[in-house]
């Protein structure tokens, strides 16, 4: 890595942000000092420079918010919806500090990738001390918690940001290469399947979107399918763990996977609550007081944005929260011509964000969405500033 380190009063800031918001358990004391203690940074950053405020990302952050504690006022369980509330406020606050306190230039940028990319192993590390694994090799067996899940995931957002880092870069910087390794490494331990799902997408959009040549992006294509199939017979044959078996097993109409069988049920829970009140939805929480102390489900959400937003805000909130998505992604389209490598990979992490709907549940107190959002949108801005970067094949 670099031979000199420098950290900025801005860099340590990110640090204790990042590791309080996405290493801490959320509601721990810990993560609940970093609430005020962000909350109060804000406050003053908004006082002492209210004009770095207004943008589109914190624009529609607090129209996403004001809309959430509306819901409260036509909420069907409203003491839930309260709580629930009170939850994304606190987490649009403290999401505000990445436009205000985090990120003012390049340097504060290029930090907060190496953080990014550094994050899952030192959640490995953190994980394998403070918590008692059974098997450092295999996270799931006999885990107490689905933090392998975290670990997993962050591994694959570390990939992609390796390869934007990369990118940014003059001359290839081989020591961050080790990472691709190491992330490889903590997604087959996790025996995350969205990590896997996640790789395969990089990989996949990578190898199409940079090729403008239509022979070569049809025998891209060709080999994207032959090597799916041979992940599919790998997978199939058990040597991803028996959880990536169970799952293929269970698309193949073999309902021996809890987690696919548990997901289904919710499913028509989700609907039925959306059907109930379509266009505002039950108000924000109403699937997770729903699942919980209705039907008393072990998981007590679906792990579907599209699901969890329609029940909750209904067709409104989910053209408001997809709303900035949808921005981000007209302004990729439209500026096409201007991409360079980094573009391209920033618009495949937007694609992974609209996918990752399906998968997790991202909307309600997720601390990544709104900084992998915002990265995305600081990326669209180099669009309009810089004609002369143009995407080479």
């Known amino acids: 890595m670099d031979s000199k380190i420098k950290i900025s009063i801005t860099n340590f800031i990110t640090v204790i942000y990042l590791f309080c918001f996405l290493i801490i358990s959320n509601g721990t004391y810990i993560s609940t000092a970093a609430k005020i203690f962000f909350s109060i940074l804000v406050f003053f950053s908004m006082i002492i420079n209210y004009k770095k405020v207004f943008n589109a990302f914190s624009l529609w952050l607090v129209i996403y918010t004001l809309f959430v504690l509306s819901s409260v006022s036509w909420a069907l369980y409203g003491e839930f919806a309260r709580q629930s509330a009170s939850t994304v406020v606190y987490t649009?606050?403290?999401?505000?500090?990445?436009?205000?306190?985090?990120?003012?230039?390049?340097?504060?940028l290029e930090f907060f990738y190496k953080i990014i990319i550094v994050l899952p192993l030192i959640y490995y590390i953190y994980y394998l001390i403070f918590y008692?694994?059974?098997?450092?090799?295999?996270?799931?067996?006999?885990a107490s918690n689905q933090i392998y899940n975290n670990i997993g995931l962050y591994a694959a957002y570390s990939f992609?940001?390796?390869?934007?880092?990369?990118?940014?870069?003059e001359k290839r910087n081989i020591y961050y290469d080790v990472f691709f390794v190491i992330d490889l490494f903590l997604i087959i331990i996790s025996q995350s399947r969205k990590s896997f799902i996640y790789i395969g997408i990089i990989v996949i959009l990578s190898m199409i979107l940079e090729s403008k040549n239509v022979l070569k992006t049809l025998l891209r294509i060709l080999l994207v399918f032959v090597l799916l199939f041979i992940a599919y017979q790998v997978v199939k044959n058990g040597l991803f763990g028996d959880s990536m078996k169970e799952l293929l097993l269970s698309f193949e109409g073999d309902a021996s996977d809890s987690s696919y069988v548990g997901r289904m049920n919710q499913f028509d829970i989700s609907i039925g609550l959306f059907n109930q009140n379509r266009f505002l939805?039950?108000?924000?929480?109403?699937?997770?007081?729903?699942?919980?102390f209705v039907h008393?489900?072990?998981?007590?959400?679906?792990?579907?944005?599209y699901l969890d937003i329609l029940s909750d805000l209904g067709?409104?909130?989910?053209?408001?929260?997809?709303?900035?998505?949808i921005y981000l992604l007209i302004q990729y389209i439209y500026n096409k011509k201007k991409w360079n490598k980094k573009?391209?990979?920033?618009?495949?992490?937007?694609?992974?964000?609209?996918?990752?709907?399906?998968l997790i549940r991202g909307y309600f107190n997720n601390y990544y969405i709104p900084i992998l959002l915002y990265l995305i949108y600081y990326d669209t801005k180099t669009l309009k500033q810089d004609d002369s970067t143009i995407l080479e094949t």
Not at 315 to 325: D, P
């Open 92 to 108: 649009t606050i403290c999401s505000l500090a990445i436009p205000l306190l985090l990120i003012n230039n390049k340097k504060d």
């Open 132 to 142: 008692d694994v059974p098997n450092i090799f295999d996270l799931r067996q006999d």
């Open 160 to 169: 992609l940001f390796v390869m934007i880092y990369q990118a940014e870069r």
């Open 281 to 292: 939805g039950l108000g924000i929480g109403a699937i997770e007081y729903v699942c919980r």
């Open 296 to 305: 008393g489900q072990s998981a007590p959400i679906v792990d579907n944005d």
């Open 315 to 325: 067709i409104i909130g989910m053209v408001i929260y997809y709303g900035f998505h």
């Open 343 to 358: 573009n391209l990979l920033f618009f495949v992490l937007l694609i992974m964000l609209f996918i990752q709907g399906f």
